[in-house]
């Protein structure tokens, strides 16, 4: 059996081959693997000279046939290079980047006599089950061990193996063919994470073990397949005086063969359960560096080990429960739904350990420059950051796509009712917001609002002399951050835990304040203690959620002033502790739509549902805009402009034939009593060329009021076209300051204020120099003669 590439070179170019595609597999091939109407993608994975590419390149399918062996290409180009539909590639499934393969997924994977040489068997069929496009099929055709003599039993599968391969999927169909396994699989190829105990107890009283957590230089974790039919890492009961590092150490080489010092074993957590009734103490041992060469030196008790990708641990099928709630604390949220066990997380100085593959390199180059070519990386700092961070290590349970797509949140932590807690935010709003904080080498930082990557990015920016607080007021998130920067940060970011509204300890601020903070939340109030603690002329970059739109806002600190420097649309997370805020809500047509009141309590709507009922009048606006226009511009100056503001929208997953509002989304409103007038926009013009398409403001009213409360909404929209929007096209955002909860009236500058518990909220529009009547939370002011600015 060859075990290297270099043989299997030598192999093809000696002009031998393997097995030819007999009549009977052709037969099969067409039964049970027909081409899609139309054509369809194929992968012959492990194509050797062809013969197999070239029958599916037959059948209709467009072919990648890839193999590691330069030689055996070279001989398929040669004998097939002038078929069409056949793309010759160079690839080694198991030690290179799949870039040349695309995103467009395949109809159909097949692997002939391919399988049986895999190491990493179960981490490729993983892989490749993942390409596969909806309804897609994964074709193995193997050997059998009882169809190959003794000698070459290393090209062929035992009944064991072909099982193993089959679970997870949804419909597995199994034809044996002349000493061959036909083996079609489709469906997902996850089977979840389940924690399972040996089925022997252990002897004794009790018992202590360590469970050893090693990666290769692509960052997978090392797992082995145990005879008693499920997964583990290494490690074992301690013995006698032995250390839990020692006997992590000593497990490792006894199971796998590698060789690693006591001095590379850390001690990470203590695992406190029960293991069929006998008290169980399980050490995570983080083994960060070893040497050798992998191997399988007890066969009797493992059928061999593998190497996994991290964002697979949750669907890996059967592992041994300490193994399992290892991996969990080592890595925190890449196995959910473990059963409850007592996790002590210990303070140990791992040092980060090194290793991911080189798709992760191609993505996060990819996602940088993604970033940078959107204009919202323009310093080499934060560039150089977005390059060098691993981005993935610090969201482990999604893949590399998911993790490096630059437009998309990782969620991850949830609450009970599902929403999202914590994420880890797109790559280019965390740019625009860092490049906001407009940070100097050197610099003293504090983001509140935890999880590891982007206090990582703030560590890079701010360079070796910097330093960088993070904190949360979710304690798992804490250990999370902890534990993932353990991992693979730079050692200069302190993770601490508490309610970010109400400061950090006294030890942690710098002595003339910090000379940048960023919220990572959603916030409704500006605390005082992050204006104190805010160097002067320091910067604060928060998503401030006013009236209901939230803006990622830059503010720069005068005195007890802070001034907004610069506005970016964003969502985020909602706050937590002693900022949590619930929007008081109406549901209206048994929840059909929604009114939710941003300016205090819910008012009253007697006869609203009625008037929903009846007719509505529409209102047109005069005002147009084209494909790029901001609807968020005009949201916001509605909500901090017009007294008695509210939203109307539709809950996600509802339909309405009353409003013409998608579901999941709002439109600025006014209610009174029994009458409603919300805006909405509706298309005037269609056309092929997007450039010259046009929408149009509507305002639709329901109730006896809705016309009078229809004109407000059509005069807003209008003065907003007028002073805010430049001859149809871009928009101008406010002047927006921030001032004390007790600031008079007379301090304050002319403009629209929106009060919050701890603060007074100046808007100032162009052209808002005659103000509108004020209701509720919200005044409009101007300064006395001789006074403000």
Same mark, same amino acid.
């Given at each position: 059996?060859?075990?290297?590439?270099?043989?299997?070179?030598?192999?093809?170019?000696?002009?031998?081959?393997?097995?030819?595609?007999?009549?009977?597999?052709?037969?099969?091939?067409?039964?049970?693997?027909?081409?899609?109407?139309?054509?369809?993608?194929?992968?012959?994975?492990?194509?050797?000279?062809?013969?197999?590419?070239?029958?599916?390149?037959?059948?209709?399918?467009?072919?990648?046939?890839?193999?590691?062996?330069?030689?055996?290409?070279?001989?398929?180009?040669?004998?097939?290079?002038?078929?069409?539909?056949?793309?010759?590639?160079?690839?080694?499934?198991?030690?290179?980047?799949?870039?040349?393969?695309?995103?467009?997924?395949?109809?159909?994977?097949?692997?002939?006599?391919?399988?049986?040489?895999?190491?990493?068997?179960?981490?490729?069929?993983?892989?490749?089950?993942?390409?596969?496009?909806?309804?897609?099929?994964?074709?193995?055709?193997?050997?059998?061990?009882?169809?190959?003599?003794?000698?070459?039993?290393?090209?062929?599968?035992?009944?064991?193996?072909?099982?193993?391969?089959?679970?997870?999927?949804?419909?597995?169909?199994?034809?044996?063919?002349?000493?061959?396994?036909?083996?079609?699989?489709?469906?997902?190829?996850?089977?979840?994470?389940?924690?399972?105990?040996?089925?022997?107890?252990?002897?004794?009283?009790?018992?202590?073990?360590?469970?050893?957590?090693?990666?290769?230089?692509?960052?997978?974790?090392?797992?082995?397949?145990?005879?008693?039919?499920?997964?583990?890492?290494?490690?074992?009961?301690?013995?006698?005086?032995?250390?839990?590092?020692?006997?992590?150490?000593?497990?490792?080489?006894?199971?796998?063969?590698?060789?690693?010092?006591?001095?590379?074993?850390?001690?990470?957590?203590?695992?406190?359960?029960?293991?069929?009734?006998?008290?169980?103490?399980?050490?995570?041992?983080?083994?960060?560096?070893?040497?050798?060469?992998?191997?399988?030196?007890?066969?009797?008790?493992?059928?061999?080990?593998?190497?996994?990708? @991290?964002? $697979?641990?949750?669907?890996? &099928?059967?592992?041994? /429960? !300490?193994? %399992?709630?290892?991996? =969990? *604390?080592?890595?925190? #949220?890449?196995?959910?739904?473990?059963?409850?066990?007592?996790?002590?997380?210990?303070?140990?100085?791992?040092?980060?350990?090194?290793?991911?593959?080189?798709?992760?390199?191609?993505?996060?180059?990819?996602?940088?420059?993604?970033?940078?070519?959107?204009?919202?990386?323009?310093?080499?700092?934060?560039?150089?950051?977005?390059?060098?961070?691993?981005?993935?290590?610090?969201?482990?349970?999604?893949?590399?796509?998911?993790?490096?797509?630059?437009?998309?949140?990782?969620?991850?932590?949830?609450?009970?009712?599902?929403?999202?807690?914590?994420?880890?935010?797109?790559?280019? @709003?965390? $740019?625009?917001?860092?490049? &906001?904080?407009?940070? /100097? !080498?050197? %610099?003293?930082?504090? =983001? *509140?609002?935890?999880? #590891?990557?982007?206090?990582?990015?703030?560590?890079?920016?701010?360079?070796?002399?910097?330093?960088?607080?993070?904190?949360?007021?979710?304690?798992?998130?804490?250990?999370?951050?902890?534990?993932?920067?353990?991992?693979?940060?730079?050692?200069?970011?302190?993770?601490?835990?508490?309610?970010?509204?109400?400061?950090?300890?006294?030890?942690?601020?710098?002595?003339?304040?910090?000379?940048?903070?960023?919220?990572?939340?959603?916030?409704?109030?500006?605390?005082?203690?992050?204006?104190?603690?805010?160097?002067?002329?320091?910067?604060?970059?928060?998503?401030?959620?006013?009236?209901?739109?939230?803006?990622?806002?830059?503010?720069?600190?005068?005195?007890?002033?802070?001034?907004?420097?610069?506005?970016?649309?964003? #969502?985020?997370?909602?706050?937590?502790?002693?900022?949590?805020?619930?929007?008081?809500?109406?549901?209206?047509?048994?929840?059909?739509?929604?009114?939710?009141?941003?300016?205090?309590?819910?008012?009253?709507?007697?006869?609203?549902?009625?008037?929903?009922?009846?007719?509505?009048?529409?209102?047109?606006?005069?005002?147009?805009?084209?494909?790029?226009?901001?609807?968020?511009?005009?949201?916001?100056?509605?909500?901090?402009?017009?007294?008695?503001?509210?939203?109307?929208?539709?809950?996600?997953?509802?339909?309405?034939?009353?409003?013409?509002?998608?579901?999941?989304?709002?439109?600025?409103?006014?209610?009174?009593?029994?009458?409603?007038?919300?805006?909405?926009?509706?298309?005037?013009?269609?056309?092929?060329?997007?450039?010259?398409?046009?929408?149009?403001?509507?305002?639709?009213?329901?109730?006896?009021?809705?016309?009078?409360?229809?004109?407000?909404?059509?005069?807003?929209?209008?003065?907003?076209?007028?002073?805010?929007?430049?001859?149809?096209?871009?928009?101008?955002?406010?002047?927006?300051?921030?001032?004390?909860?007790?600031?008079?009236?007379?301090?304050?500058?002319?403009?629209?204020?929106?009060?919050?518990?701890?603060?007074?909220?100046?808007?100032?529009?162009?052209?808002?120099?005659?103000?509108?009547?004020?209701?509720?939370?919200?005044?409009?002011?101007?300064?006395?003669?001789?006074?403000?600015?």
């Amino acid at each position: 059996m060859y075990v290297v590439r270099s043989e299997w070179e030598e192999h093809y170019a000696d002009g031998r081959g393997f097995r030819l595609l007999g009549d009977d597999e052709r037969e099969l091939l067409a039964r049970r693997v027909p081409a899609p109407g139309g054509g369809g993608r194929a992968l012959d994975a492990g194509c050797g000279k062809g013969d197999l590419a070239l029958f599916l390149a037959s059948a209709g399918y467009q072919v990648d046939a890839v193999d590691f062996a330069d030689s055996a290409l070279t001989r398929a180009r040669e004998e097939h290079g002038g078929v069409p539909g056949l793309r010759w590639l160079a690839l080694d499934l198991e030690q290179d980047d799949w870039a040349e393969l695309g995103e467009e997924g395949y109809d159909l994977i097949a692997m002939r006599l391919v399988v049986p040489f895999l190491k990493d068997r179960a981490r490729i069929l993983h892989a490749l089950g993942e390409r596969l496009r909806p309804g897609g099929k994964l074709l193995i055709i193997t050997p059998t061990v009882g169809s190959v003599p003794v000698e070459k039993r290393g090209i062929a599968l035992d009944e064991e193996e072909i099982a193993l391969i089959a679970s997870g999927w949804e419909r597995c169909t199994r034809e044996d063919l002349d000493g061959l396994a036909v083996l079609t699989l489709q469906g997902p190829c996850h089977s979840a994470t389940r924690a399972v105990e040996h089925r022997l107890p252990p002897a004794g009283p009790a018992m202590t073990a360590a469970c050893a957590v090693v990666t290769d230089a692509a960052g997978r974790v090392l797992l082995g397949s145990s005879r008693r039919g499920h997964l583990e890492l290494p490690g074992g009961k301690t013995e006698r005086s032995e250390s839990f590092e020692a006997a992590a150490v000593r497990e490792l080489l006894e199971e796998t063969g590698l060789v690693a010092r006591v001095e590379d074993a850390h001690v990470v957590a203590m695992l406190a359960d029960d293991g069929r009734g006998v008290p169980r103490l399980s050490a995570v041992v983080r083994v960060t560096a070893w040497s050798g060469k992998l191997s399988d030196p007890e066969p009797e008790r493992f059928a061999g080990w593998q190497w996994y990708d @991290l964002h $697979a641990l949750s669907c890996l &099928g059967e592992v041994f /429960a !300490p193994s %399992a709630q290892a991996l =969990e *604390a080592v890595w925190p #949220g890449t196995i959910p739904g473990l059963p409850p066990v007592h996790r002590y997380p210990v303070a140990s100085e791992q040092p980060p350990v090194a290793g991911e593959p080189a798709e992760a390199v191609r993505r996060r180059t990819r996602m940088a420059q993604r970033v940078i070519d959107g204009g919202w990386a323009p310093s080499a700092s934060v560039q150089e950051a977005l390059r060098t961070v691993p981005r993935h290590r610090f969201a482990p349970e999604v893949s590399l796509e998911t993790a490096y797509d630059d437009d998309l949140a990782v969620v991850t932590r949830r609450d009970r009712t599902g929403r999202a807690t914590s994420s880890v935010s797109a790559a280019w @709003l965390q $740019a625009d917001m860092i490049e &906001g904080l407009d940070l /100097a !080498p050197g %610099a003293c930082v504090w =983001e *509140a609002g935890s999880g #590891g990557y982007n206090a990582e990015l703030l560590a890079h920016v701010a360079g070796p002399g910097g330093r960088i607080v993070t904190s949360d007021i979710d304690r798992t998130v804490v250990h999370r951050a902890r534990r993932l920067l353990a991992e693979a940060g730079s050692g200069r970011v302190t993770v601490v835990h508490g309610d970010a509204a109400r400061g950090l300890p006294s030890g942690l601020v710098p002595r003339d304040g910090f000379d940048a903070i960023v919220i990572t939340y959603r916030c409704r109030d500006i605390a005082p203690v992050w204006r104190d603690l805010l160097a002067d002329g320091g910067r604060l970059v928060l998503p401030l959620d006013i009236r209901g739109y939230t803006r990622s806002i830059t503010f720069q600190r005068d005195g007890n002033v802070l001034n907004a420097r610069k506005f970016t649309h964003c #969502g985020f997370v909602a706050a937590q502790g002693e900022h949590a805020h619930t929007t008081p809500v109406v549901d209206l047509l048994d929840g059909e739509l929604r009114l939710c009141f941003e300016d205090g309590p819910a008012r009253p709507v007697d006869g609203l549902e009625e008037a929903l009922r009846g007719p509505r009048s529409e209102t047109a606006t005069a005002v147009t805009m084209g494909p790029d226009v901001s609807f968020g511009s005009l949201q916001l100056y509605a909500a901090t402009t017009l007294p008695g503001f509210c939203r109307l929208a539709v809950p996600a997953g509802c339909e309405t034939s009353v409003a013409t509002i998608a579901a999941g989304s709002d439109v600025p409103a006014l209610a009174d009593g029994g009458s409603l007038a919300y805006l909405t926009h509706v298309r005037t013009r269609q056309s092929e060329v997007r450039e010259e398409r046009r929408w149009e403001w509507f305002v639709h009213a329901f109730g006896d009021q809705g016309d009078a409360l229809a004109d407000r909404l059509v005069s807003t929209v209008r003065a907003w076209d007028q002073n805010v929007r430049s001859d149809g096209g871009p928009t101008e955002d406010p002047a927006l300051s921030v001032h004390p909860a007790d600031a008079p009236d007379r301090l304050l500058p002319a403009g629209d204020v929106v009060s919050t518990p701890h603060g007074r909220i100046v808007v100032q529009w162009p052209g808002r120099d005659a103000l509108l009547p004020a209701l509720g939370g919200q005044k409009a002011v101007r300064p006395a003669a001789g006074e403000g600015a």
